[in-house]
C-alpha cells in the first residue's frame, strides 16, 4: 500500500468534505449583499470550485495518490454530465440559421484548435522554457483542456483532461485562464450588447434566423418547465446512468478495435477508452435530444448535469 502523509486519506470523508465546500461556494454565491457580493464580484465561484481542493491536496490536507474518487468521477459522473447537458440541444434550429452561421462557428471551432499550436510555436521562438515541460507537464497538454473548454465548456475540458493526461496539479492554471478569458471576453459582449443594433447595421447582418431561434429556445423551455416529481429523476438518472453503462460497453470493443494503433502518433486517442466512453456518451446524449427525452430538461436534466460535473 502506498505510504501517504496526507491529513485525510478516507474516500468516504473526502467525497463529505468536498460537497461542503461546493454547497458553501454556492450558497454564499447566492448572496447578493455586503461582503459576499463584494468578493464574488472579483473572484469567480467557479475558480473557488478548482482552487479550494488544489489548494487542500497539495497542502496534503487530503489525499490524492491513492483516492479513487477521480476515477470515479471521471468514469461516471462527467460521461452522466456529458449526456445530460446534450439532452436539450435542438440541433435542427441550428442547422435552420443557415449556412454563413453555421460557417461562422465552425470557423471559430478551427480558430480555436488551430490557435494553441500557434500559440506555442510563437511563444517557443520567444521564450521556449514558456512552452516547454515533457510528459504530463506538457503545455500543450494543458491548452486542449482550454480548447476543450472554449468548444464545448467545462464537461468538454475536464474530458479533455482525462484524454490528455495533463497534471492535475496545473490544471488550476489553465482553469484561471480559461475563466480569465471568459470574462473579459463576457465583458466584450456585454459592452457590443447594448450596441448590437448599430454593429449589425455596420457588419449588414441579418439576424432573423438568430432571433427566431433565441425565441424558440425560451418558448420551449418555457413549456416545458414543471416541478419535478421522484418520478422524473428516477427517469433522469436512468438514461443518464444506462447511457453511461451502454458507453462504457462500447469504449471497451472499440479501444481494443483500435489497440494496434501507436498511442503517441496522430490517432492514438483512438486506442483510449476514455475517448470513446465521452464520444459515445455525447452521442447518445444529442440522439436523446431528438426524442421525447428531451422534455426531461425542463424538470431540471441539465442542472443534474451540472451536478455532475463539478463532481468530475
Request: aromatic share 12%; charged share 15%; proline share 3%.
Amino acid at each position: 500500500m502506498q505510504e501517504t502523509t496526507a491529513l485525510i486519506t478516507d474516500d468516504k470523508i473526502i467525497f463529505g468534505l468536498l460537497m461542503i465546500i461546493l454547497a458553501g461556494i454556492f450558497y454564499t454565491a447566492s448572496i447578493k449583499t455586503g461582503f459576499w457580493k463584494a468578493f464574488y464580484s472579483v473572484v469567480p465561484a467557479l475558480l473557488l470550485c478548482y482552487l479550494i481542493p488544489a489548494i487542500f491536496t497539495s497542502t496534503g490536507l487530503i489525499e490524492e495518490a491513492g483516492s479513487n474518487l477521480y476515477y470515479m468521477a471521471s468514469r461516471y459522473l462527467l460521461p452522466a454530465a456529458l449526456v445530460l447537458m446534450t439532452l436539450s440541444i435542438d440541433l435542427k434550429g441550428i442547422f435552420n440559421l443557415g449556412p454563413k452561421a453555421l460557417i461562422m462557428f465552425f470557423t471559430g471551432t478551427v480558430g480555436i484548435i488551430i490557435g494553441g499550436p500557434l500559440a506555442i510555436l510563437l511563444i517557443s521562438a520567444i521564450s521556449p522554457e514558456t512552452v516547454g515541460g515533457a510528459g504530463p507537464d506538457a503545455v500543450w497538454r494543458g491548452l486542449a483542456t482550454l480548447a476543450g473548454s472554449w468548444i464545448g465548456g467545462g464537461a468538454n475540458q475536464a474530458a479533455m483532461l482525462e484524454i490528455y493526461k495533463y497534471n492535475p496539479a496545473k490544471y488550476g492554471g489553465m482553469v484561471l485562464v480559461d475563466i480569465l478569458v471568459a470574462n473579459v471576453w463576457m465583458a466584450v459582449i456585454l459592452f457590443g450588447i447594448g450596441r448590437r443594433n448599430r454593429i449589425n447595421k455596420w457588419l449588414k447582418a441579418d439576424t432573423a434566423a438568430i432571433e427566431t431561434l433565441k425565441d424558440k429556445v425560451s418558448a420551449y423551455a418555457a413549456s416545458v418547465k414543471r416541478e419535478a416529481t421522484l418520478t422524473d429523476y428516477m427517469i433522469i438518472l436512468g438514461l443518464a446512468f444506462g447511457a453511461v453503462g451502454f458507453a462504457h460497453l462500447g469504449a471497451k470493443g472499440l479501444s481494443s478495435y483500435f489497440s494496434d494503433i501507436p498511442t503517441d502518433s496522430i490517432f492514438g486517442s483512438l486506442t483510449s477508452s476514455f475517448f470513446w466512453l465521452v464520444t459515445i456518451a455525447t452521442i447518445i446524449g444529442i440522439l436523446l435530444s431528438f426524442t421525447k427525452a428531451k422534455k426531461y430538461e425542463g424538470a431540471g436534466a441539465s442542472k443534474l448535469g451540472s451536478i455532475f460535473r463539478f463532481r468530475a
